[in-house]
């Protein structure tokens, strides 16, 4: 694919979502711009505003491997990677294969379920393999992971471990909607729509697997100055002295906000990163890699904040 259709994809893509997701368009471009990227995401917010919703009408958008796992306290390790069996007439173990093995992965409401649960997706999602008895299965690219999860203080549920946070690529946070949106919503229904029949809101398929891939490698083509690169190192670096952060972000953030920026300026039509593309991108690859100080949190500062912060502190390339 050129360069120069990978913002017609993007665009196409966000209309189709559109057909159903009122409003919300920073959580339609940010999973857009992850699954162009190849990078998971986390999708926080309260029960009831429609993050399953999107990732369904995403897979519908994209033809290609679905799969949904509820996240519930008895969930197993194996009931995603999958287990082997004895097969008695063969009389050798078969490895059956378990939900992971797709392109697209929801795992809706992922801390409902405890750490060790947690933690069998982080091999998955590094090395986009699994490994069970000694044996190691890729899995079929593209692929990613799509997990919600509600805010951390609602009862019934578990803290994501540190090491599995990272590896999202984005965390995008879902906010109630606006009155008009609101309105637009109920219209919906009142034309005799369901969201839980896409087939009535007219949703097409626009892209399948291969074509992901051929976006995922024309964004590498995108220029980026070493200025910018710079830009990105002083931000991460930033973050880990800043006053109010106990705990700073890896180095994986700043591979990450590379890699999203170089996806975002193709999805709006450049073939080149400006310093804007870091800074609509840096909360969505930050919030979740930063721990604040209990006396920080105490004053009711936020991630979002310190981010903001930081990016005013740190002097953008001037292009």
């Known amino acids: 694919m050129e360069l120069s259709n990978v913002s017609q994809a993007f665009d196409s893509a966000v209309q189709q979502i559109g057909k159903v997701i009122v409003g919300q368009i ?20 309260p029960p009831g505003l429609g993050k399953t919703l999107l990732v369904n009408v995403l897979s519908r958008t994209v033809a290609c491997g679905f799969n949904r796992v509820q996240f ?9 990677t999958g287990h082997s069996i004895y097969d008695m007439k063969d ?3 078969r490895f059956n294969r378990g939900p992971v093995f797709t392109n697209i992965l929801l ?32 899995l079929q690219r593209p692929f990613l992971v799509i997990a919600t999860q509600n805010p951390i203080e609602h009862e019934g549920t578990y803290p994501l471990p540190e090491a599995q946070v990272d590896r999202f690529m984005f ?14 919503i109920l219209k919906h229904y009142t034309s005799g729509k369901d969201p839980r029949h896409l087939s009535d809101f007219g949703v097409e398929s626009i892209m399948k697997a291969e074509d992901i891939l051929a976006i995922q490698a024309a964004v590498k083509s995108v220029i980026v100055e070493e200025k910018i690169l710079a830009y990105i190192v002083n931000i991460v670096s930033a973050c880990r002295t800043w006053s109010s952060v106990t705990v700073g ?71």
């Not at 519930?72 to 995603?80: G, I, N, R």
């Not at 409401?109 to 008895?133: G, H």
């Open 72 to 80: 519930t306290p008895d969930l197993m390790p194996s009931d995603l």
């Open 91 to 93: 009389q050798q173990f």
């Open 107 to 138: 795992g809706d409401e992922i801390n409902r379920s405890p750490p060790k649960t947690q933690a069998s997706l982080l091999e998955v999602m590094q090395e986009q393999q699994v490994t069970v008895d000694g044996h190691t299965h890729t």
């Open 249 to 319: 972000p890896s180095p994986r953030a700043g591979v990450n906000l590379l890699i999203a920026a170089r996806t975002l300026a193709a999805c709006r039509g450049r073939d080149f990163v400006t310093p804007d593309d870091i800074k609509e991108l840096a909360p969505w690859v930050l919030r979740h890699r930063l721990r604040l100080r209990p006396e920080a949190e105490i004053e009711g500062n936020t991630a979002d904040e310190t981010i903001q912060q930081i990016l005013e502190s740190v002097q953008a390339p001037v292009s």
């Open 171 to 184: 965390k995008l946070l879902v906010d109630y909607p606006t009155v008009a949106e609101e309105v637009d």
């Open 26 to 45: 920073e959580l339609v471009e940010g999973v857009l711009v992850a699954l162009f990227s190849e990078g998971s995401v986390l999708i926080e917010g």
